[in-house]
């Protein structure tokens, strides 16, 4: 399945936001914009749904209804998500799962849910507040989603969300993880775990997966002949091989990766990992242009067997050079004083002119989401 429409309202940087999305979505924007905020959106329904979650801990660990709740909410404060949930390249609603949040006046100040629906198809099997909900008011600080005794009728949404998977790879997390002490955080989205992850995976599969890898760090990483898992007094760590006149002398385990090299293993092993929804923040960091520039066409190829959606964002003219890419799946944000605007690129009549006359969707959409007054930046200093 994937995630075919996703509905805001008073979402952070988002007054209000209706997108169609595709199988693969490009988030785009200026530094501030709300890339990072709209994937936040996915992750929240994660923690809701995902065991040991639930509604208070993914309202508290993003530090209360006020943070989450957008500065242009005025008069109607309610936080809304929806969401469609259709199959890879349909558009056949299969779900609908809605839920509206406000916290409570007095008291403990709790989150709570205004409302909660869900349609599987176009009939709505389940619509909150119910009456056991208006007698026991104490029962709407807990979705239906999060709570295997209610949500038995639909089941699959939960299931799809919790296991939504986002990579922002830290390479210093990956290198030092002792240096890094106190709790890890929810999901382990930077990476500090990754090698956890990959000594979970059997045997066979983790070697053919890092088989694969080897082969496109072969072409991208000068002189790297092999990479391999190994242990080493039972702490897992990765092992590449590089070509040098002295035997043995050429290999590194991960601590001595390049930065580089460790983002692209993270990205290439996360697109093998599963068919659930994959959220990539800036891929293209630490990574060669020449890289960069095949990254869309690389995706495309790894998510379609699995029939996997992909949403990222990224700020790279090299990423976005791409011709492969259709309007369709980018997404633009366009700050404004009343939250941050989003539009389909196609929407976007300049934008569709300039492709037609032959411009790629870097040098098409990329002027648009630069600061006005970035050419001043030089004079400030």
Not at 118 to 147: F, H, M, W
Request: glycine share 6%; charged share 30%; proline share 5%.
């Amino acid at each position: 399945m994937i995630i075919s429409r996703l509905i805001l309202k008073n979402w952070k940087n988002f007054k209000e936001l209706d997108v169609e999305l595709q199988d693969r979505a490009f988030i785009v924007g200026a530094n501030a914009s709300g890339k990072s905020n709209l994937l936040d959106a996915f992750r929240f329904l994660r923690d809701i749904a995902k065991p040991g979650g639930g509604l208070q801990k993914a309202v508290t660990d993003r530090g209360g209804i006020s943070k989450i709740r957008s500065l242009a909410a005025r008069k109607y404060p309610d936080v809304e998500i929806e969401v469609h949930l259709s199959e890879f390249s349909s558009r056949e609603i299969l779900w609908k799962y809605a839920i509206g949040i406000k916290q409570e006046a007095r008291g403990f100040r709790l989150p709570f849910i205004s409302y909660e629906k869900v349609s599987k198809g176009e009939k709505e099997i389940l619509c909150r507040p119910t009456e056991e909900d208006k007698n026991d008011t104490a029962r709407r600080t807990q979705t239906y989603l999060e709570q295997i005794n209610t949500n038995k009728e639909f089941r699959e949404i939960a299931r799809f969300f919790e296991t939504t998977l986002y990579l922002h790879l830290v390479p210093q997390l990956l290198k030092y993880p002792q240096a890094f002490t106190g709790p890890d955080l929810p999901g382990d989205p930077f990476g500090k775990g990754f090698l956890e992850r990959v000594a979970k995976v059997n045997e066979k599969t983790r070697d053919a997966w890092l088989k694969r890898i080897q082969h496109a760090l072969k072409l991208a990483v000068p002189q790297l002949t092999e990479l391999k898992y190994t242990t080493d007094l039972g702490y897992p760590h990765l092992e590449a091989l590089y070509e040098h006149w002295r035997p043995g002398a050429g290999k590194q385990k991960e601590d001595q990766f390049s930065d580089g090299t460790l983002r692209m293993i993270g990205l290439l092993w996360s697109l093998q990992e599963g068919d659930s929804l994959l959220l990539l923040e800036e891929p293209e960091l630490s990574l060669n242009g020449a890289i960069v520039s095949k990254l869309a066409p690389l995706i495309h190829k790894l998510q379609k067997p699995r029939k996997r959606q992909v949403i990222l964002t990224s700020h790279s003219a090299e990423l976005l050079n791409d011709k492969g890419i259709s309007l369709n799946e980018i997404i633009v944000l366009e700050p404004a004083s009343e939250g941050t605007k989003v539009v389909v690129a196609s929407g976007i009549k300049e934008v569709k002119m300039m492709l037609n006359e032959g411009m790629s969707p870097a040098s098409a959409i990329l002027p648009r989401i630069k600061p006005k007054n970035i050419n001043q930046l030089t004079m400030e200093f």
